[in-house]
Structures are given as C-alpha cells and as structure tokens.
C-alpha cells in the first residue's frame, strides 16, 4: 500500500499535484497502463477514505457546526475538482490506444462504465450537484433535529419506535400521534426541498441529453443489465403476489386484535399481548450476541465481525444530534469497514446489525481486488450480502431469544420481506412516475403516492390523517439524497430468498457460493455475479411468485 501519511486530502491544492502527475504520465503499454490504474486506484482510495470519514463524522453529530462546515468545505471545494479531474483521467484511460489490450474479462467492466461516464459528463451539471448535496445535508438536519417529549423525558424519532410495539393500544395511538405531529410540522419544508431537488435533477438530465431525470439515472448507475420495463414488471409481480399475501396477514392480525379495521399504530405489535421483543438493553450486548451468531454460521464470517470490534469502526446507539438510518462505508484506504446506526433495543435494530455486517463482509471479502474499482459492486449485488445474512441467521437467534421468540422473531422478518417488497416497488414506481413527470404540481405529487399506496399498501383506515398520508414518502432517505437507490433492495431480496433457500439445502453449499460470488466485488457484470452466487438474476412474475410461495410455506409452519 502506497504511504500518503501528512497529505491533506481535504485540500485540493494539496492533493491536485498528484492527480496531475497521473495525467502527464506517460504511458508506453499495456502494463504501463494497468500499473498506472493500480497506483491512481490507490491514491483515490486515499482521497475517498478522507471524504468518507467527513461525511461519516457529519452524521455522527449533525449539530456540529465545525464538523458540519469540515464536510460542506469538501462538498463545495474538493469534490467538483476531484470530477473535473476525474474526467480527464478517464478519457486518458478510454482514449489509450492501449486500453483494448487489457485484459477483456478483467477490464471489461471497467471500461464499459468509463465511457459511459465519459458520454454523461457535463461540467456544467458539477456545481448541480453540489447544490444537491447541499440540500440533502439540509434534510438531514431537519430529520437529525427532530425529536418530541414523550413518557416524561426527550426522545429522537427512532427512540420512539419501541412505543409503537407496546401492547396499549393508547400508548401506541398517542406515540403514533405524537411523532406524526411533529414530522408534519416539517412537511411543508421538505416539500420544498424536494422540489428543487426535482428541477435541478431534470437541469442534469436535460444537461447530458436526456428527457428525463429516470433514463439519464439508469445509465448513470450503469444499469446494463436491466431496464424500466424490468423494473415494471417487478412493480406488476409484487402487486399481483406480494400485496395479496401482505393483506392476508394484515387482515389475520385484524381479526387476533378483534377489531373493525386497522389503524396505523396497529401494526408493530404482537397480537397475542406480548411485548416487544427486547433483544438487548445495550449495544454491547447486542455487538457481542451477534459475533456468537456469526461463529457459529460460519468461523471465517464470525471472525470478520470480531475485527470491526476495534474501537473505530462501529457507531450504533441513537442519541440526540445523530442523523437517521444506518449504513456500512469501506474506508478503502485503510481497508477497514465502519457501521453507522441508530440502535435503541428493538428486534429492528438486530436485523440492522446483521444487515450492516453483511456489507461489511462484502467489503473484506472483495478487499484483496487490485483494481479499486472493483472492490465495490453494484448495489443491486452489495444488497444480496447484507439480505442474505438476516435470513442466514434466523437458526442462531437464540443467542437473543428462548425458542418462542425466536420463532416469532422469524415470522416477523418473514412478514417483513414481503411487506418491504410492497414498499420497494411503492417507491420504485413514484421515483419513476415523479421524474419522468418533472412539472408536476405538490397537489399532483400527493395524489400519486396516495394512488400507489392502494395498490401496493395495506389494508389500514387512513380516516382522519389524510394531510399526513399525503406526505408518508417523506421519511424516506433515499428520495433525497440517493434517487433511484431503491429497487436495489428488491433485486437484492429476491437474490438472498434464492440464497436462504440454497442454506436451507445445503448451508455448505450455500456458504462457499456466498464467499466466492462476494470476492468478485464488482469485476463482473450483475448477471454474472449472481450466478456465481447460484442465483438467478430475474425480476419477473415466475422467479418472484417461487420465492413467495416458499416464504408462505414458511410462514405456515411457524406459530402465529
């Protein structure tokens, strides 16, 4: 690895030096030019790890006005010239007359995303999306800083969840009320945000050529392998094999509770008058339970998890300050992973930590790749890893549970892929509908996601909170700050079901196919990687009615 130690990455004019260095260098051959990839490789992993530590220090605390302007200052003044620059070192790359030399299994991948970054590259659209940033940092703040006084003390958003899981149905009404009350104080200004977001992604879209936001985003995310029309066809499968199974278990949970319909705080509780299941009181507890539960699915993934237990690279509990959700990030310089969550002691938060960690065994697994681009793979396949382990775990959670819980740990998480399915393809499709209809009005924008909530959505009585209805799609990050990363997660599921299935076989089998598909990084195309992982990759009506019929197999030999 090549020493970078006292460069300040956070200066480009520090930095800028190098980077044209790497530009005026000659290059005389093939293995010149794969020796120059691997040295530049290494450097932008260097740059990369420093902005993704400011960004990951900004989420930590985004009410840090020096960590939250150490962020902005890289947002405003290195990234642009890390583009522009970016730029120039592909076209040297795409435009070598070496670069057909390479070889064409192992590059293949590289140069065909290249030059398509190449053909979408404006330098106009760079202070674009500096602005978008910018305006994904103010949602954050805005969702950072919301928090509400409730059962005597101040309590985050994510705090709250555990009220909506109590059996009094008054405390889940008032928690219920309570948090929406306060989202919708915000509503009108996350609209707004919103909408710039529109009208400066449509500026980007018209910028490169395109009609619309929705097909210049496809190629940008280097979408090769699949289309709108595939991503339709998924929205149509789930509609017509999903939602039927989600509202006959929505309807089962109406009639255990004996009521007339469902409301919106009916839904995370146990139907039997249990309480929520508690699987730790802290997070220690919880780092530690879930290393027991690795080592015994598999040493090699049980001693992964044990090395992100250094001191630095996990951040789990919620406190007030923090940003929402939860993510992995590969620090590539270091080749160290590092979770970010917001755990407050609810089953959600385990199935994060599982999740998380199996991003961050992706990231190891794939570490040893030359090319640093490869160490990352498409989304629709770092999704699979992360998937795949909250079903691979489902034998060990005894760590956490007595066998009545983790049996009702497992009908939850299985009810929850097919609800979570719903909601992908809920959000799938407004993305669709919002950007390739980018002069739509607030009004019009309301009245489509209420159209789609009743095609993919439950069977509750929305009566009485129909302003907050309207605005549901707000609480989701990835509208803001990641557009279109969504159907990922419903190519993803289909692919850990196919791996779940494949344990269930033979946990042998399905473990070495894991390992071997995952060290692939992102060298090959998507198709290629699943099936190395034994899965098919098909978004359609045969592949997603198999997987559900073995979840409601499933379901049926579990306790209610």
Request: glycine fraction near 6%; charged fraction near 30%.
């Amino acid at each position: 690895m090549a020493s970078f130690e006292g460069l300040d990455a956070t200066k480009w004019s520090e930095i800028e030096p190098h980077y044209h260095d790497f530009l005026n260098r000659d290059i005389d051959s093939a293995e010149t030019l794969e020796t120059w990839l691997l040295e530049l490789g290494e450097f932008g992993a260097y740059v990369g790890e420093t902005g993704a530590m400011l960004y990951v220090e900004m989420t930590c605390d985004t009410e840090n006005e020096e960590i939250k302007q150490a962020y902005l200052d890289f947002v405003e003044n290195v990234q642009p010239e890390l583009s522009k620059i970016g730029d120039l070192l592909n076209r040297k790359l795409a435009e070598s007359p070496f670069a057909d030399e390479l070889d064409s299994e192992e590059y293949n991948v590289l140069l065909r995303d290249t030059r398509m970054d190449l053909a979408l590259f404006r330098e106009e659209n760079i202070p674009i999306y500096t602005e978008l940033t910018k305006l994904g940092q103010r949602y954050n703040e805005i969702c950072g800083a919301m928090t509400v006084e409730f059962d005597g003390e101040e309590r985050t958003m994510q705090q709250m969840g555990k009220y909506l899981q109590v059996s009094d149905r008054e405390t889940r009404e008032n928690a219920y009320r309570t948090v929406g009350e306060r989202r919708f104080q915000e509503s009108e200004k996350i609209d707004d945000i919103y909408e710039e977001m529109i009208a400066l992604r449509q500026q980007v879209a018209q910028n490169a050529g395109y009609d619309n936001f929705r097909d210049y985003i496809f190629d940008a995310k280097h979408r090769f392998d699949y289309s709108p029309d595939d991503c339709k066809a998924f929205h149509d499968a789930v509609e017509a094999i999903c939602v039927p199974l989600k509202r006959d278990v929505d309807d089962e949970r109406r009639q255990n509770l004996n009521l007339e319909s469902l409301r919106m705080w009916d839904m995370g509780h146990d139907v039997h008058g249990r309480g929520p299941l508690k699987p730790f009181t802290k997070v220690e507890e919880m780092v530690a339970g879930t290393s027991r539960m690795f080592h015994r699915l598999s040493p090699e993934l049980g001693g992964f998890f044990d090395s992100l237990r250094d001191g630095t690279s996990l951040d789990l509990d919620s406190r007030k300050g923090k940003a929402p959700g939860g993510y992995q990030v590969q620090r590539d310089h270091s080749r160290k992973p590092f979770i970010f969550m917001n755990a407050t002691g609810l089953q959600r938060d385990l199935e994060t930590m599982v999740h998380e960690a199996g991003h961050a065994f992706h990231s190891i697994y794939a570490d040893d790749l030359p090319l640093i681009d490869y160490r990352n793979a498409p989304l629709e396949f770092c999704e699979v890893a992360a998937m795949s382990m909250e079903l691979l775990t489902h034998d060990f959670l005894d760590e956490f549970y007595s066998e009545e819980d983790a049996q009702r740990a497992v009908r939850e998480h299985l009810e929850g892929i097919v609800s979570i399915l719903a909601w992908i393809a809920t959000i799938d499709s407004f993305q669709h509908w919002v950007y390739t209809n980018p002069e739509h009005t607030r009004a019009e924008r309301h009245a489509k996601w209420l159209e789609l909530g009743d095609r993919y959505g439950s069977v509750l009585d929305w009566s009485g909170f129909e302003d907050w209805r309207n605005v549901g799609w707000q609480r989701q990050l990835h509208l803001f700050s990641y557009p279109f990363y969504y159907i990922e997660y419903g190519i993803a599921q289909l692919g850990a079901l196919q791996m779940w299935l494949q344990y269930k076989e033979s946990p042998e089998m399905a473990l070495s196919n894991y390992a071997k598909s995952m060290r692939l990084g992102g060298s090959r195309p998507l198709p290629n990687l699943f099936e190395t992982g034994g899965m098919s990759f098909d978004l359609g009506h045969s592949t997603v009615q198999g997987l559900i019929d073995a979840v409601r197999d499933e379901l049926a030999k579990l306790p209610a």
